[in-house]
């Protein structure tokens, strides 16, 4: 669950405004893309997490 809760504070915006290109849901799903192959587990976390925060947004 820290994990899970790590990743998503990784990709708020910072204090310094900068925020991602395309949001942090895309990013999140991007990374859960990446890691499907070799880390199925983290990669389906990344994608709750996404959906987690589309869900708190919307």
């Not at 895309?26 to 199925?40: D, F, T």
Request: net charge positive; aromatic share 6%; no cysteine.
């Amino acid at each position: 669950m820290y994990t899970l809760i790590s990743l998503i504070v990784r990709f708020l915006p910072s204090a310094q405004g900068v925020a991602p290109v395309h949001g942090v849901a895309h990013n999140l799903m991007e990374r859960a893309e990446s890691r499907a192959g070799r880390h199925p587990h983290q990669a389906q976390e990344l994608r709750n997490a996404a959906r987690a925060y589309l869900s708190v947004i919307r």
